[in-house]
């Protein structure tokens, strides 16, 4: 079995703080994905990674950075965080056939 | 950029009715299309994919069928269950993307006992 994990399930910040966010995978997988989940919004893109040290924006890579220095590990981060990053953030990883499989998310406050 | 949407946001059965979920794309290079499905509290979790060269495809009570001409797909549910009571979310995908999946809102199906 495929098995993502990410580092919190819950994390309460404060305004400005750096906040890191991290996914493994253990199936060696090239491509690993962070999203965010908010309610009616569906899952959004924030960026992927198909390679280590290689990064793609998503649909929302605004106020996020990433980090892949390990195939196995990709990080998100939170340069200064904001209350409107407040969110469900889920990792997912995948082989070139698309099948994406998805960590337990971290559901981030912002204070 | 690929475009998803997902109709109805939300949806009521009763026990042992069929339930139908459409999704609409706008990206005619997207060849690979995924229906998940989030349980409360858990991770998403893939139940039934199709490819373009394909057009339908079921796996039980489920199935997808896909229409490339129009650029819509839907999930049908047969019988349903409780336990088919979810966020059902459905993506898209192709190309040179790296397997990038652009998803649709999402549709919570609620299915009454």
């Known amino acids: 079995d495929v098995k993502v994990t990410q580092s919190s399930r819950y994390l309460v910040k404060r305004t400005g703080e750096k906040v890191f966010l991290e996914c493994v995978q253990d199936m060696d997988h090239e491509n690993m994905f962070w999203y965010r989940q908010d309610p009616g919004l569906g899952l959004r893109l924030i960026y992927f990674?198909?390679?280590?040290?290689?990064?793609e924006k998503g649909d929302i890579p605004e106020g996020y950075s990433v980090s892949r220095e390990k195939k196995e590990r990709f990080s998100l981060i939170l340069e200064s965080a904001s209350t409107n990053q407040t969110s469900m953030y889920l990792c997912a990883s995948s082989l070139s056939g698309y099948e994406q499989f998805f960590g337990p998310g971290t559901r981030l406050t912002v204070l | 950029g690929e475009n998803v949407e997902q109709h109805p946001s939300t949806l009521s059965v009763q026990e042992g009715d069929s339930a139908v979920i459409k999704c609409t794309y706008s990206d005619s290079a997207s060849n690979y299309f995924p229906w998940y499905k989030q349980e409360l509290g858990k991770r998403p979790q893939l139940i039934i994919d199709?490819?373009?060269?394909?057009g339908e495809k079921k796996d039980q009570r489920i199935a997808v069928t896909l229409n490339k001409t129009a650029k819509h797909f839907s999930l049908h549910i047969t019988e349903t269950q409780p336990e088919d009571s979810a966020v059902y979310f459905c993506?898209?995908?192709?190309?040179?993307?790296?397997?990038?999946?652009?998803f649709g809102q999402g549709t919570i199906l609620t299915v009454h006992p």
């Open positions: 990674s198909y390679d280590v040290k290689m990064k």
């Open positions: 993506a898209a995908a192709g190309g040179t993307s790296y397997g990038k999946l652009t």
């Open positions: 199709i490819r373009s060269n394909v």
